[in-house]
């Protein structure tokens, strides 16, 4: 298993084996769930698990952690562990980029007819470059969302691993 590191990629996986069968790991899940822990809020379904901080500490920039439990044996499982951002600013982020995205490709075949037919580019130069600029800015925002929610990804890791080892 590789622990997480200073490292930001796109999105922090890790991989394990536990010598304990699935039920054996969601009843700790659970326990831990029914103890009222106020730091982090464990939300079960099947065989996944969501691990999010607190509401108290949960900002735009907070990850979740999702587990997906995975039947080796009777008594191994594999855990599959994937960090994510909050799913509504994943989606605002997709949305962001999409629209950017789209504006962009419109001025590009207006900007292109228009030169084809060597008629006045107009604005639509400008907005291209707009767009481009606007790529820039949601690139280093998701960057500056990642590094400041590293802090908070290593927290809900170590909870993860200690109710794993208990």
């Not at 065989?47 to 999702?66: A, C, I, T």
């Not at 599959?80 to 951002?85: A, D, H, Q, V």
């Not at 030169?115 to 130069?125: K, P, T």
């Amino acid at each position: 298993m590789q622990p997480v590191t200073d490292q930001i990629p796109l999105r922090i996986r890790f991989q394990e084996t536990i010598e304990a069968s699935i039920e054996e790991l969601l009843d700790k899940f659970q326990q831990t769930k029914l103890q009222n822990n106020n730091e982090f809020v464990i939300k079960i379904v099947d065989q996944h698990l969501w691990l999010d901080m607190h509401q108290s500490e949960r900002f735009l920039y907070s990850p979740h952690l999702h587990l997906e439990l995975e039947k080796i044996t009777e008594k191994r499982t594999n855990i599959r562990g994937l960090f994510g951002p909050q799913p509504a600013l994943w989606t605002m982020f997709m949305f962001g980029h999409f629209v950017v995205a789209g504006i962009f490709i419109i001025a590009a075949v207006i900007v292109y007819s228009n030169w084809s037919m060597n008629l006045a580019i107009g604005n639509w130069g400008w907005i291209m470059l707009v767009m481009v600029m606007a790529w820039v800015f949601l690139y280093f925002f998701a960057r500056m969302n990642r590094i400041a929610g590293m802090t908070q990804a290593r927290r809900l890791y170590q909870f993860y691993h200690k109710i794993v080892t208990k």
